[in-house]
């Protein structure tokens, strides 16, 4: 991966989680914030072509998640298959391998969150969200929002776990991360 390309994701990333919150929560845009909730994760695991927009500048890189009952692993690659960083959240102990780029600016819980956030039953993820923020859920979508609007946009094709496709949408940064499932685009 580039040195431009590795920049576009700390940038889009740190658009949304500037400081760590601690352990187990996270910042969210605007003044909310979300704390990752305990119990067994679903089973699933997936390989997936993942593009993050922000501001018209996109990166490509290949995301690997696997998650079961302690937990969820989350590894980003690079088209070519290096691993740029790992994230884990297992019995409640966060692990992350971060390039120095990322390491201190970038909250690793954001990752495990955004996860949970798009795969547990609606009434759990609303345990983890501070006050101020709702969580509306229909059918194939979920919107975080407060007082000011929509603050996180969570969409997904197909019906079980892993998604064939999953976009997280973050209106008030232009930001964007989509995507699909190496199975599902062969």
């Known amino acids: 991966m580039s040195r431009a390309a590795l920049y576009a994701l700390c940038a889009a990333m740190l658009a949304i989680a500037c400081t760590p919150m601690g352990d187990s929560c996270t910042r969210l845009p605007g003044n909310g914030r979300y704390c990752l909730i305990a119990g067994p994760w679903p089973e699933y695991a997936t390989e997936q072509a993942s593009n993050v927009t922000l501001n018209d500048k996109t990166l490509r ?14 590894a980003g690659l690079s088209p070519l ?18 390039p120095a780029a990322l390491g201190s600016r970038l909250d690793p819980t954001l990752f495990p969150a955004l996860l949970q956030i798009a795969t547990w039953p609606a009434e759990r993820i609303r345990e983890g969200l501070s006050s101020g923020l709702e969580l509306h859920e229909q059918p194939g979508r979920r919107v975080i929002h407060d007082s000011n609007g929509d603050v996180l946009i969570f969409s997904w094709e197909g019906n079980q776990l892993p998604y064939q496709r999953l976009r997280i949408e973050v209106p008030a940064l232009n930001l964007m991360i989509d995507s699909r499932s190496l199975e599902a685009l062969q």
């Open 81 to 98: 298959g290096q691993t740029l960083f790992q994230v884990s959240w297992e019995n409640s102990v966060l692990q992350a391998e971060l």
């Open 61 to 74: 890189m290949i995301s690997r998640i696997s998650s079961g009952e302690s937990g969820v692993h989350f």
